[in-house]
C-alpha cells in the first residue's frame, strides 16, 4: 500500500512566524503535490514537483514556496504565515508525470492566529 | 464558470436508496475523469475512474458524457456506510504535464 505522511496533524502558529509542513511518501512515486482544502472552494493546487529539485505552480502559490531535496520528501513553506494561511493542507503523490490516481496524506490543519 | 462544478447538497438519503450526482466541466479537451471519496476529516481517495462507455464497479456507476461535458456517479441500495463527500476529477493536458482539478464535492448522508 502507497503510504504519504506528513508531518503534523494539527499545528498552531502566529502571524508572521515562518512555518515548514513536510510530506513522505514511500513508493518511489515521481509528481508530488501540495493542496489547500476550504469549506466552498475545494482542493486548490498550491505546488507540485514532478522530480527532484523541480518545481511548478499551482493555482495559488503565492505566499507559499516548496523544496524537493530527496524524491520522497515535498516541503512546504510558509515564509510568514498570515491568517488567511489558515487552513487544511493535503499532500498527494502520483507514480508518473501523467499519474492519474493521487494518493493523499491525512492532512495538516494550520490555523495561524 | 468554474472549470468543475458539483451540487454541494447535501443529499439526504434513505438507506437502500439510489442517489446519482453529476459533476460538469468546462474544458472540452479534458482527457480523464475520476471519483474520489473523501470521509468526514479525511484525505480523498479514489473512488473509480470514469471510462467513455460508462464503467460499474458494485453498487457503483459512473458515467460520461463528453457532447454535453458532465460525467455522473450512481449509487444503488445505498448504505451508511456510503455518506461521504464525493469529488469529482478531471484531468487535462497543460503544457506538457496532466493539470488535475477537483470539484468541491458533493455531501451525501444516508439515514437509517
Known amino acids: 500500500d502507497v503510504k504519504v505522511t506528513q508531518s503534523s496533524r494539527y499545528l498552531v502558529k502566529r502571524t508572521g512566524e515562518k512555518v515548514f509542513l513536510e510530506c513522505v511518501q514511500d513508493?518511489?512515486?515521481?509528481?508530488m503535490f501540495w493542496y489547500r482544502q476550504d469549506p466552498g472552494l475545494g482542493l486548490r493546487l498550491i505546488y507540485f514537483?514532478?522530480?527532484?529539485?523541480?518545481?511548478e505552480k499551482g493555482d495559488i502559490p503565492e505566499g507559499y514556496s516548496v523544496s524537493r531535496e530527496k524524491k520522497e520528501r515535498f516541503s512546504l513553506i510558509l515564509e510568514s504565515a498570515s491568517t488567511n494561511q489558515t487552513s487544511m493542507y493535503l499532500c498527494?503523490?502520483?507514480?508518473?508525470?501523467?499519474?492519474?490516481?493521487?494518493?493523499f496524506g491525512p492532512g495538516t490543519r494550520l490555523t495561524v492566529t | 464558470r468554474k472549470e468543475v462544478e458539483q451540487d454541494p447538497g447535501p443529499f439526504n438519503v434513505p438507506e437502500g436508496a439510489t442517489v446519482a450526482f453529476n459533476c460538469t466541466y468546462s474544458?472540452?479537451?479534458?482527457?480523464?475523469f475520476f471519483w474520489y471519496r473523501q470521509d468526514c476529516r479525511k484525505e480523498p481517495k479514489l473512488l473509480m475512474s470514469?471510462?467513455?462507455s460508462g464503467n460499474e464497479d458494485g453498487r457503483f456507476t459512473a458515467q460520461l458524457n463528453r457532447a454535453s461535458q458532465y460525467i455522473s456517479l450512481l449509487i444503488r441500495d445505498s448504505k451508511l456506510s456510503d455518506s461521504a463527500t464525493y469529488l469529482c476529477?478531471?484531468?487535462?493536458?497543460?503544457?506538457?504535464?496532466?493539470?488535475?482539478?477537483f470539484g468541491t464535492g458533493t455531501k451525501l448522508q444516508v439515514i437509517p
Open positions: 513508493m518511489d512515486h515521481e509528481n
Open positions: 498527494a503523490s502520483s507514480l508518473t508525470r501523467t499519474g492519474l490516481e493521487q494518493y
Open positions: 470514469v471510462y467513455s
Open positions: 474544458n472540452s479537451a479534458s482527457q480523464s
Open positions: 476529477v478531471v484531468n487535462s493536458n497543460s503544457g506538457g504535464y496532466q493539470k488535475v482539478t
Open positions: 514537483s514532478y522530480d527532484v529539485k523541480m518545481k
